[in-house]
Nanobody, 126 residues
Framework: QVQLVESGGGLVQAGGSLRLSCAAS????????VGWIRQAAGQAREFVAGISGSAGSTRYPDSVKGRFTISRDNTKKTVYLQMNSLKPEDTAMYYC???????????????????WGQGTQVTVSS
């Protein structure tokens, strides 16, 4: 069974940075992709970054490209999301998510993810 635990959220001023972490408890962690998805109050979930199992491939939507960087350390079973140049519109609950075990596809559709963490809140003040 896959368990995901996020950390690193908080309150930051616009233009600042935060690094989120996602610690996974899962066998064969390096075999599958992981994504970061966010959900602002009253809005639908939005894919913000994904990384393949080997970290050879990453994907970002245009809204965060150039500002957010996803990475992973498979020896620590941890995925990171470095967020720079934060904007108030980045305010949301951020979730780490994984597809079915062994699936090494970076899905950009939040509904495609099976496993979810509890989320970590990111608030960007103007």
């Amino acid at each position: 069974q896959v368990q995901l635990v996020e950390s690193g959220g908080g309150l930051v001023q616009a233009g600042g940075s935060l690094r989120l972490s996602c610690a996974a408890s899962a066998p064969n962690f390096s075999d599958y992709a992981v994504g970061w998805i966010r959900q602002a109050a009253g809005q639908a979930r939005e894919f913000v970054a994904g990384i393949s199992g080997s970290a050879g491939s990453t994907r970002y939507p245009d809204s965060v490209k150039g500002r957010f960087t996803i990475s992973r350390d498979n020896t620590k079973k941890t995925v990171y999301l470095q967020m720079n140049s934060l904007k108030p519109e980045d305010t949301a609950m951020y979730y780490c998510a994984g597809p079915d075990s062994g699936v090494n596809i970076i899905y950009t559709t939040p509904l495609a993810y099976r496993y979810w963490g509890q989320g970590t809140q990111v608030t960007v003040s103007s």
